[in-house]
C-alpha cells in the first residue's frame, strides 16, 4: 500500500515535469519570435518548421538525458548546464538536418540571437519554477521526513545538506546510531536502530538514508527487513567513498544494479557534444590557421634535415596506441621505449624547434588528429609511451587520465603544469589536474579551457 505522502509525491513530480515541458516548448517558440521582432522581421511559414523540429529534437535529448523530472537535491547550476548542454545540441541537429534539405537558409545573426534569447529563457524560466517550487516546500507543501541510519561521514554530510537547503523540501529528524561515540555535527541524534524502526512504523518517517560501513551487512540486512513492513522509502548509501572516484554512476545491467567506481563520462550524448565540439572547432582553427602551417612547414624543411611531420606513439583513449602528430623540433626522432623529456638548452632541439615548443606551434598539426578522432582539442595532454609505463608504476590512479581522448590543451596546462616534468611531483600534480577535469566534465568547462589557452597556455616558461 502507497502512502497519501508518497502519492502527493509522485503527482508534484508528475506536475513539474509537465510544466517543465510546457515552459520549455513556451520558450524556444517565444524565442524566434522576439528575434523576428528584435530583426523587423515577420514571422514566416519556415519558423513553424524550425521550432516544431527543434522542439522534437529537444524533446528527444530530454529523454536520453532525462533533464524532464523531479530536481530535488540537486543544484540548479547542474540542471541549467544539462538543459543549456542539450539546447546547443539542439540547435547544431536542427540547423545541420534543415540546411542539408534546403528548407532552412538563415541569417547567422538570426540563428545567433534565437540561440542566446531561448538560453536565457531557459535560465529564467527554469529559475522561476525551482523558485516557485522552493517557496511551497518552505510553506510546508509535499515536505518529506527524513532520518539517517548510521555514522558515516557521507551520511552526516548529506543529513547536513538537506537540512540547510530547505527548498528541497526535506525535514531532517536525525540520526539514529548504535555507537555512543559523540558526532562532529549539530544534527540531533535520535536513538538506535530499534527506535527507528518503531519511528518508521508509527508513521513519523518518510526516507531513510542507510550509511553503514560494507562490514555491517548482516546489521543493514535485518534493519531493511524490518523496514519493508512499511510504506517508507530506503535508500543506501553505498560504502564505496574510500574509492579515489572518477566520474562513478549508478546504472543497471540485465536487471541487475551496479555502480561503477572508475569510467568516463564520453558516453550517450556526452560522447556526441564532444565529437561535434571538436569538429567543428577544429574546422574552424585549420581554416584560420593554414598559412600559418605553410609557413612553419617551410620552415622546418629549410632549416634542418628530416621529415617535417614528426609522429610520435602515444596512449590515446583506454590506452589505445595513437600516432599523434607535431612539428619536427630535433634533430633526433625519438619514439623508442626509453624517451628523454626534453630540457633547458637541449642540444637536440634546433633553433627554429626551440621556438615552436615555447610557443606551442609544434602542437598545430595535432588538429588532424583531432579530425581523424584519435585526439580531442582539451583532454589530458599524451604522454610518451616510455613515460606512461614508467609512471603509471609510481603515481596513483595515473592510467585514469586515458579515461578521456589526449587533448592538445588541458586543465592542468591552463594551471601552469605543462612543460618538463623532472620530479615526480610535478607529474603527480599534473595527473591531479586531468582527474579534476574528468570528474568534472563539461561542454562549458571545454569552451572555458581554450578560451584561457589563447591567453595564457600558448606561451610558457617550462616549455623546452
Not at 560501513?213 to 519493508?228: A, F, G, H, N, Y
Not at 642540444?347 to 615555447?358: A, P
Not at 596513483?396 to 620530479?423: C, F, S, V
Not at 589557452?453 to 616558461?461: P, Y
Request: proline letters at 3%.
Amino acid at each position: 500500500m502507497t502512502s497519501f505522502r508518497e502519492k502527493t509525491f509522485h503527482y508534484s513530480a508528475t506536475v513539474t515535469s509537465l510544466i517543465q515541458r510546457l515552459s520549455d516548448i513556451i520558450t524556444i517558440f517565444s524565442g524566434l519570435y522576439i528575434t523576428r521582432i528584435l530583426f523587423h522581421e515577420k514571422f514566416m511559414p519556415q519558423d513553424i518548421i524550425m521550432v516544431l523540429a527543434s522542439i522534437i529534437v529537444f524533446q528527444m535529448i530530454g529523454g536520453f538525458t532525462d533533464f524532464y523530472r523531479s530536481w530535488r537535491g540537486v543544484r540548479i547550476t547542474f540542471e541549467l548546464r544539462v538543459v543549456l548542454q542539450s539546447w546547443v545540441l539542439t540547435v547544431l541537429i536542427t540547423f545541420g538536418v534543415l540546411s542539408l534539405v534546403n528548407i532552412v537558409n538563415e541569417n547567422i545573426y538570426v540563428c545567433s540571437s534565437w540561440f542566446l534569447i531561448v538560453c536565457l529563457g531557459f535560465i529564467i524560466s527554469r529559475l522561476i519554477i525551482r523558485f516557485a517550487i522552493g517557496y511551497l516546500r518552505n510553506k510546508g507543501y509535499n515536505t518529506r521526513n527524513v532520518a539517517i541510519m548510521g555514522s558515516l561521514p557521507a551520511g552526516v554530510k548529506l543529513a547536513e545538506s538537506l537540512r540547510d537547503a530547505h527548498w528541497m523540501g526535506f525535514k531532517v529528524l536525525g540520526i539514529y546510531d548504535e555507537e555512543n561515540v559523540p558526532l562532529d555535527t549539530k544534527i540531533p541524534k535520535c536513538g538506535n536502530y530499534n527506535d527507528l524502526i518503531l519511528d518508521v512504523r508509527m508513521g513519523k518517517i518518510d526516507r531513510v538514508y542507510i550509511a553503514l560501513p560494507m562490514t555491517q551487512e548482516k546489521t543493514i540486512k535485518e534493519v531493511v527487513d524490518e523496514l519493508s513492513d512499511s510504506t517508507c522509502s530506503v535508500v543506501l548509501i553505498p560504502d564505496i567513498f574510500t574509492f579515489n572516484l572518477l566520474h562513478s554512476r549508478t546504472e543497471e545491467i540485465n536487471g541487475v544494479p551496479v555502480v561503477s567506481l572508475f569510467d568516463t563520462p564520453m558516453i550517450g550524448v556526452n560522447k556526441l557534444v564532444k565529437r561535434l565540439e571538436d569538429i567543428i572547432i577544429s574546422i574552424m582553427i585549420l581554416t584560420f590557421i593554414s598559412p600559418v602551417l605553410v609557413v612553419i612547414a617551410l620552415l622546418v624543411k629549410m632549416t634542418s634535415p628530416g621529415p617535417i611531420i614528426f609522429k610520435q606513439q602515444r596512449y590515446g583513449i583506454d590506452g589505445k596506441g595513437i600516432a599523434v602528430w607535431k612539428f619536427r623540433s630535433m634533430v633526433v626522432m625519438e619514439n623508442g621505449d626509453n624517451v628523454i623529456q626534453a630540457t633547458k638548452g637541449d642540444v637536440r632541439i634546433t633553433k627554429l624547434g626551440s621556438f615552436l615548443r615555447k610557443t606551442s606551434l609544434d602542437e598545430l598539426p595535432q588538429f588532424i588528429n583531432v579530425i581523424k578522432g584519435d585526439m580531442s582539442i582539451v583532454g589530458p595532454r599524451p604522454h610518451a609511451v616510455a613515460h606512461n609505463e614508467q609512471y603509471r608504476k609510481k603515481i596513483r590512479g595515473y592510467m585514469l587520465r586515458h579515461k578521456m581522448k589526449p587533448g592538445i590543451t588541458g586543465w592542468a596546462q591552463i594551471n601552469g603544469w605543462r612543460g618538463e616534468t623532472d620530479t615526480l611531483e610535478k607529474m603527480e600534480k599534473r595527473v591531479d589536474y586531468d582527474l579534476e577535469y574528468i570528474h568534472n566534465w563539461s561542454l562549458a568547462l571545454d569552451l572555458k579551457i581554450i578560451f584561457l589557452t589563447i591567453f595564457k597556455g600558448f606561451i610558457h616558461k617550462a616549455a623546452y
